[in-house]
T-cell receptor
C-alpha cells in the first residue's frame, strides 16, 4: 500500500521531443505528489508538485497530469533538451509532508 | 541563502565500525529528514526530526539513529556497519510551516558511505 511504481526505468528521447514518465500509487491517503530531478553527484531537486484536487499543473516545459480515479500521475517534459538528461523520481506523501515515498526512478537521456 | 550542507561527502568504513553523518539545514528550516539511496532499493525514508523531536521513522533497524540539535542541525549514526549499509545518505530540510502542509523538501548533496 505504500508503494509508488514508476515507469519506464530508462528513456531516450530526441532533442525537441516530449518525454513522458508515469507513476502509479496504491495508498489513497496520499495527497501530495512531487517530481524530483537528480543529476549525478547531486541530491534530488524539486521540479513540480501537485495535489489531487487538480488534474493538471504546468510550470514552463514541465507538466504533471493527475488521474485520481486511476491512481496515476505522469510527468511530461515538452521540447526536451540535452540539459534535461537526468534521473527523475516521482514521489507521494500524505500531508503534512513528513516523509516521501519514492518511485524507483527513470534515467532520461536526451539525444542532440 | 546557503543550501543544505552535508559532511563528510565521502566516507569509507569497515564492517562493525560505527559512523556519524552531519547535516546543516537551510537557515530557518526546522524539519530535517534523512533518506538512504541505493541502486537496489532506491530512495528510502529513514527518519524526520522537528524541533529536536523525532516525528516519523522509516522501516530501518535500530542500528540507524539520529538526533537534532537546538540550531536544527542534525546527525545520523549507524552502528555496527554492514556491507549493505553502503549507500548515499541524503538529508533534506523544510520550513514545515505552510498551512497546507506541502512544504518542499530541499536536499543536500549526500554523504557517500562505503563499507568494506
Amino acid at each position: 500500500q505504500q508503494q509508488v511504481k514508476q515507469s519506464p526505468q530508462s528513456l531516450i528521447v530526441q532533442k525537441g521531443g516530449i518525454s513522458i514518465i508515469n507513476c502509479a500509487y496504491e495508498n489513497t491517503a496520499f495527497d501530495y505528489f512531487p517530481w524530483y530531478q537528480q543529476f549525478p553527484g547531486k541530491g534530488p531537486a524539486l521540479l513540480i508538485a501537485i495535489r489531487p484536487d487538480v488534474s493538471e499543473k504546468k510550470e514552463g516545459r514541465f507538466t504533471i497530469s493527475f488521474n485520481k480515479s486511476a491512481k496515476q500521475f505522469s510527468l511530461h517534459i515538452m521540447d526536451s533538451q540535452p540539459g534535461d538528461s537526468a534521473t527523475y523520481f516521482c514521489a507521494a506523501s500524505m500531508v503534512p509532508v513528513y516523509q516521501l515515498i519514492w518511485g524507483a526512478g527513470t534515467k532520461l537521456i536526451i539525444k542532440p | 541563502k546557503a543550501g543544505v550542507t552535508q559532511t563528510p561527502r565521502y566516507l569509507i568504513k569497515t564492517r562493525g565500525q560505527q559512523v556519524t553523518l552531519s547535516c546543516s539545514p537551510i537557515s530557518g528550516h526546522r524539519s530535517v529528514s534523512w533518506y538512504q539511496q541505493t541502486p537496489g532499493q532506491g530512495l528510502q525514508f529513514l527518519f524526520e526530526y522537528f524541533s529536536e523531536t523525532q516525528r516519523n521513522k522509516g522501516n530501518f533497524p535500530g542500528r540507524f539513529s539520529g538526533r537534532q540539535f537546538s540550531n536544527s542541525r542534525s546527525e545520523m549514526n549507524v552502528s555496527t556497519l554492514e556491507l549493505g549499509d553502503s549507500a548515499l545518505y541524503l538529508c533534506a530540510s523544510s520550513q514545515s510551516w505552510l498551512a497546507d502542509g506541502t512544504d518542499t523538501q530541499y536536499f543536500g548533496p549526500g554523504t557517500r558511505l562505503t563499507v568494506l
